[in-house]
């Protein structure tokens, strides 16, 4: 059962008709659809307004055609929301609510992205009423959505004066050490649990004051940045500050590249050869592919934006390092670099980051270039194939890149030999004797094997 009538104006007409002789009598189909009448008051007084209409409600009975009176009441909103995926695929049809033809093209949803109390209300819906058309044959598809994205709450503590109730972040004095007190009587406040931003609790943030201070940018790149979208997100002033901040790098690292970068139009393709330049267009590369398959597969837009910051980082070290313009060679990398980071840039900054595309010399607009691609080419790193012994195990095979380097971890486990290397002549100097600390510099992480027995027990530094 499914109480669906409401007492608004936007909604669909319940096509009934009363009569004191007849009763309840449908609207015969040929008068439908029961359309909205244009001048209802709308008093705010909570009746319906289309009660208050005597030109809609006054009627004729459709069997004695005595006098009759309309239905009021407008069907649930659901009864709206729950097929406008399938209007969708046929707008302009004024024919038939749905273009069997179109739909079968374009359903079901590849992905739908909707807050958690969907599941139970919206989503139920939809999948009934994609069900109840697919039972009619307007459609052949038997479920409406394909994936599904629920999202996470923005949240913030919450903060309450015994006279004054709730306050806004704005009605606090004091601080984190000294205490927290009431802009307006001046006694301590207490402290609640962080949870959803709620009007009622007042522990919301003023989005104009924000945008005004840090700009929108700002606002957007902490919100995709502090959480995966799945999680809910806890409200930080220190983490706005640092995203601005991160921005503000971006700014002055491009700022001061521009006119070097903007000087000779050298193809960003074009053949390098010094190691740093294959090393900046290494990683290059590697963020385009991080950050698309972030955005187009995971929806993980907080490891694509920290994947753009390690970029930035990269950038800074490697202009740190350029000589000028005598080296065109680099000046190609570090322009196609430059390029490829505003580009990525732009979904989570698009403010920022159209600025300083034109600042670069470009004359068309940002948000119509094409996304980046990678070449997998550049990708692959020299590797180095060894052959390691551990005590009673047998010898197994381990690949590492060139530019890292294995250690043992106890007396028992031995480096035998190098087997086979490949994309790449091997270093000079060979790896650090088995007792040895991985030099300075070196990250170590741990790394799972396939090697029988060795259950993740070598690891590896890489440079």
Same mark, same amino acid.
């Given at each position: !059962? ?70 009021? !009441? ?6 709206? $929301? ?20 179109? /739909? ?28 109840? +058309? ?43 050490? $000294? ?6 009587? $001046? ?49 930080? !002033? ?20 521009? &006119? ?58 490697? /202009? ?5 313009? !005598? ?50 080419? %550049?990708?692959?790193?020299? +590797?180095?194939?060894? %052959? ?10 381990? /690949?590492?890149? %060139? ?20 994309? /790449?002549? &091997? ?37």
């Amino acid at each position: !059962d499914w109480g669906i009538s409401r007492q608004r104006y936007w909604g669909t007409p319940i096509p009934i008709i009363y009569c004191q002789t007849c009763g309840t009598v449908p609207v015969p189909e040929a008068d439908l659809p029961v359309m909205l009448p244009k001048d209802v008051p709308f008093t705010g007084k909570g009746a319906s307004p289309l009660a208050q209409s005597e030109q809609f409600v006054k009627t004729q009975c459709p069997k004695c055609k005595g006098p009759g009176r309309r239905e009021t !009441d407008t069907m649930d909103t659901f009864v709206d $929301s729950s097929w406008y995926f399938l209007r969708y695929c046929s707008p302009h049809d004024t024919t038939r609510p749905v273009d069997p033809e179109k /739909a079968d093209r374009w359903m079901a949803v590849d992905q739908y992205i909707g807050g958690i109390e969907h599941a139970v209300l919206h989503l139920l819906y939809a999948r009934f009423f994609t069900k109840a +058309v697919r039972d009619l044959g307007l459609v052949k598809v038997d479920g409406p959505f394909t994936s599904l994205l629920t999202q996470g709450m923005v949240c913030k503590e919450t903060y309450r004066c015994e006279e004054h109730g709730w306050l806004f972040p704005s009605e606090l004095i004091g601080g984190e050490k $000294s205490g927290w007190r009431c802009a307006h009587c $001046s006694r301590p406040v207490e402290r609640g649990r962080v949870e959803k931003m709620s009007k009622s609790k007042k522990n919301i943030v003023d989005p104009e004051h924000l945008i005004a201070t840090y700009g929108a940018d700002t606002a957007r790149l902490f919100s995709l940045f502090a959480a995966p979208p799945e999680k809910d997100l806890e409200w930080s !002033d220190e983490g706005v500050e640092g995203a601005f901040r991160f921005l503000g790098r971006v700014w002055r690292l491009v700022h001061d590249l521009s &006119p070097l970068i903007g000087q000779q139009q050298v193809a960003g393709g074009a053949p390098v050869a010094s190691k740093r330049e294959q090393d900046l267009r290494r990683l290059t590369h590697r963020t385009i592919r991080k950050v698309t398959d972030d955005i187009e597969h995971e929806f993980q837009f907080n490891t694509a934006i920290a994947a753009l910051m390690e970029f930035v980082n990269g950038l800074y070290k490697f /202009a740190a390092g350029t000589k000028g313009t !005598d080296q065109p060679g680099e000046v190609a990398a570090l322009r196609e670099a430059v390029s490829a980071l505003l580009v990525l840039l732009t979904p989570f900054a698009p403010h920022i980051a159209e600025e300083l595309w034109a600042e670069t010399g470009h004359t068309t607009t940002l948000a119509r270039q094409p996304w980046p691609r990678y070449e997998e080419a %550049l990708l692959r790193e020299a +590797v180095l194939t060894i %052959l390691l012994s551990r005590a009673a195990l047998g010898p197994c095979r381990r /690949a590492a890149p %060139l530019s890292g380097a294995f250690r043992r971890r106890s007396p028992a486990d031995s480096a035998v030999g190098t087997l086979a290397h490949r994309g /790449a002549q &091997p270093a000079a100097t060979p790896p650090p004797p088995a007792t040895q600390e991985p030099p300075a510099g070196l990250q170590e992480t741990r790394e799972h094997s396939s090697c029988p027995g060795e259950g993740g027990y070598w690891r590896w530094a890489s440079l």
